[in-house]
């Protein structure tokens, strides 16, 4: 049966899983932010649990592949950044990264929101684009942000 499974479980298989599993509590968040749903969902230890099993996996094919230190060629330049991404279980170890990151960001993006009173019609647009461009969208709703909570707060 584990060997069923980790046939099923192919880098492409887990990225579709991954990239696509983001999508609907990225929607909730958008749509039904304040609901018990997104809550538990989303506000929660859930999603950041379900895309640990994924790393944790990858990164175990990572050692059987006897990759694992090819990673800390990040640190050397650009150029060798290009090579990491170049092999394909290093590469969805950082997308995995990324989805978590990023949705993490939305959640608190979500709750920030009500905390300030800040209308959904404004927080909306900034969740959307953080989605898609992270620092971009948390810039923006630092910005909208302020004149909600009436300070200029670069902590918390």
């Given at each position: 049966?584990?060997?069923?499974?980790?046939?099923?479980?192919?880098?492409?298989?887990?990225?579709?899983?991954?990239?696509?599993g983001?999508?609907?509590?990225?929607?909730?968040?958008?749509?039904?932010?304040?609901?018990?749903?997104?809550?538990?969902?989303?506000?929660?230890?859930?999603?950041?649990?379900?895309?640990?099993?994924?790393?944790?996996?990858?990164?175990?094919?990572?050692?059987?592949?006897?990759?694992?230190?090819?990673?800390?060629?990040?640190y050397?330049?650009?150029?060798?950044?290009?090579?990491?991404?170049?092999?394909?279980?290093?590469?969805?170890?950082?997308?995995?990264?990324?989805?978590?990151?990023?949705?993490?960001?939305?959640?608190w993006?979500?709750?920030?929101?009500?905390?300030?009173?800040?209308?959904?019609?404004?927080?909306?647009?900034?969740?959307?684009?953080?989605?898609?461009?992270?620092?971009?969208?948390?810039?923006?709703?630092?910005?909208?942000?302020?004149?909600?909570?009436?300070?200029?707060?670069?902590?918390?």
């Amino acid at each position: 049966m584990i060997n069923t499974l980790e046939n099923l479980l192919t880098s492409e298989n887990i990225y579709l899983f991954a990239n696509w599993g983001v999508v609907p509590f990225w929607l909730l968040l958008v749509f039904i932010p304040n609901h018990s749903i997104t809550k538990f969902f989303c506000h929660s230890i859930i999603i950041p649990l379900l895309l640990t099993i994924a790393y944790v996996f990858v990164t175990r094919q990572i050692i059987l592949e006897g990759n694992m230190l090819e990673g800390f060629k990040l640190y050397l330049g650009l150029d060798n950044l290009n090579e990491i991404y170049s092999n394909k279980s290093l590469r969805l170890i950082f997308w995995i990264h990324f989805l978590a990151i990023s949705l993490f960001i939305g959640a608190w993006i979500a709750r920030d929101c009500q905390r300030h009173m800040v209308p959904k019609i404004l927080s909306i647009p900034c969740i959307i684009i953080t989605y898609f461009a992270g620092p971009v969208g948390i810039v923006i709703y630092w910005i909208i942000r302020i004149f909600y909570a009436k300070k200029i707060n670069f902590n918390e």
